[in-house]
Each structure stands twice: as structure tokens, then as C-alpha cells.
């Protein structure tokens, strides 16, 4: 009867678990030793025109290239609220 009862138990709960996408990865040991990717330099920034702004206390955040593993993309920039007492953005920090 107990084996009965933990084996539905097991099931059932294996069942909470079927429609979820779960994975756990393990790595043994580091990277191997010699082993290098050299990454090409990014190409030139593409020609965009800066939108007009929405409000006074908005900033403009330069678009950039990403490296997406086997290629780089571009995220175009955007307008940002300043933050207040804190200049133009996060790199001002004197």
C-alpha cells in the first residue's frame, strides 16, 4: 500500500513539472587552456537621425553595436529621463 501511494505521489508530482521547459547545466572543469575567440572590430555606426526630443528632462543615449555571439547587431539609441542630480546619465559620476 505505502509503495502504491509513493509511486502516485511521484507521478503526480512529475505531472506539475510536463509543461514547464527546465534545464540544469554542469561544468566540469574550466575553459580549455589555448583556446581563443577573437571577435572581428564592429563595423561603422549606421547614419540615424536623432528624433525629436519628448521633454525637457530627456537625454539621448547613443546607439551601439552588440556582440550576439557570432555577430555583432545594432541597438539603436534612445531618449532617456536624467536622472535627477546625477548630470547626463550613469557615467557621470565626479
Excluded: C
Excluded at 5 to 28: E, P
Excluded at 38 to 67: D, I
Amino acid at each position: 500500500m505505502r509503495t502504491k501511494l509513493l509511486v502516485m505521489m511521484l507521478l503526480s508530482g512529475n505531472a506539475l513539472w510536463a509543461g514547464s521547459n527546465f534545464s540544469i547545466g554542469i561544468q566540469i572543469g574550466g575553459p580549455r587552456p589555448g583556446r581563443y575567440v577573437v571577435q572581428p572590430p564592429p563595423p561603422p555606426p549606421p547614419v540615424r537621425y536623432v528624433p525629436r526630443s519628448p521633454g525637457k528632462k530627456y537625454v539621448w543615449v547613443q546607439g551601439y553595436w552588440v556582440w550576439t555571439g557570432n555577430r555583432y547587431a545594432w541597438q539603436d539609441g534612445y531618449w532617456t529621463k536624467q536622472n535627477r542630480g546625477r548630470g547626463n546619465g550613469w557615467r557621470d559620476r565626479d
